[in-house]
């Protein structure tokens, strides 16, 4: 059975989940676009599984449809996304500051549904998989991760 490649975009592809993500796509003999802030570390991870990179801040959502819209026009199309940036703040929330607080919300929220507004966009003829990682802590609380909880 000949497997027909799919083209996927993986957001926050450097750290770890994103980029066991990448790899495993790409070993599956799928395309694989890696996105992220950091074009050195990009540039390392896609010439290591054959993969596309664009650097891109997925806080920033005409970043992230800059990055989908190039990739679905270099691809023909876009079969899914998957969106593994986040950050973890291990501190009581009296204890959190404003900013930190800020970055919690951008890191985790924000890329979450920049991801989803330039995704679908890009998939709503063809269709197509978005996925979101998360914490588990997002489910159930646990102490001093009031602000990723």
């Not at 059975?1 to 495993?24: D, K, L, Q």
């Not at 796509?25 to 074009?39: E, Q, S």
């Not at 270099?74 to 291990?90: E, K, N, P, T």
């Not at 609380?141 to 009031?146: L, P, V, Y």
Request: glycine share 10%; charged share 15%.
């Amino acid at each position: 059975m000949t497997h027909t490649p799919r083209t996927y975009i993986v957001i926050g592809a450097t750290g770890g989940i994103g980029s066991a993500v990448s790899t495993a796509l790409a070993h599956g003999g799928d395309n694989v676009v890696v996105c992220g802030r950091t074009a050195e570390t990009l540039d390392r991870l896609a010439k290591s599984i054959g993969g596309t990179p664009i650097t891109t801040d997925a806080t920033d959502y005409a970043r992230v449809h800059e990055a989908v819209t190039t990739a679905s026009a270099s691809a023909g199309r876009i079969d899914g996304i998957v969106c593994c940036v986040g950050s973890i703040l291990l501190k009581p929330a009296h204890l959190t500051s404003d900013d930190e607080w800020d970055h919690t919300i951008n890191a985790n929220l924000r890329t979450a549904f920049n991801t989803v507004k330039a995704g679908a966009r890009a998939m709503m003829k063809e269709g197509g998989s978005i996925v979101l990682c998360s914490s588990a802590v997002a489910q159930t609380g646990i102490a001093n991760h009031e602000a990723i909880a």
